[in-house]
């Protein structure tokens, strides 16, 4: 069974940095292209980023601002969230789905649907 735990959420002010880190159990973590979704209330899950063998996919809403990396030998992938915006407050979820093909990678990481694995997830909340 894969398991997932997310960390690093908290409270932060509005230009303010947060880094999430999600770690992996098992020994098949760099088999997995693995992404990042967030969910505010009254909203529905959206994708923020994702990332394969060291290919990154992001939201418009995240993109110059949220890098996604990742580390095998710890099994974790990371999420840095820099100048934050009040937005941006949500339940942040990370998710592994089995390595995806070049071609599929851009059409199929933004899809809730891809991921077998997810976090149970952990608060970020931005103030203004």
């Known amino acids: 069974q894969v398991q997932l735990v997310e960390s690093g959420g908290g409270l932060v002010q509005a230009g303010g940095s947060l880094r999430l880190s999600c770690v992996v159990s098992g020994r098949t973590f760099r088999t997995y292209t693995m992404g990042w979704f967030r969910q505010a209330p009254v909203n529905e899950r959206e994708f923020v980023s994702a990332?394969?063998?060291?290919?990154?996919h992001y939201a418009s809403s995240g993109q110059g601002r949220f890098t996604i990396s990742r580390e095998n030998a710890e099994n974790t992938v990371y999420l840095q969230l820099n100048s934050m915006k009040p937005e941006d407050t949500a339940v942040y979820y990370c998710a592994a789905a089995p390595l995806l093909s070049a071609s599929r990678f851009y059409s199929a990481t933004s899809s809730e649907g891809t991921y077998d694995y997810w976090g149970q997830g952990t608060q970020v909340t931005v103030s203004s």
């Open positions: 990332i394969g063998y060291s290919t990154t």
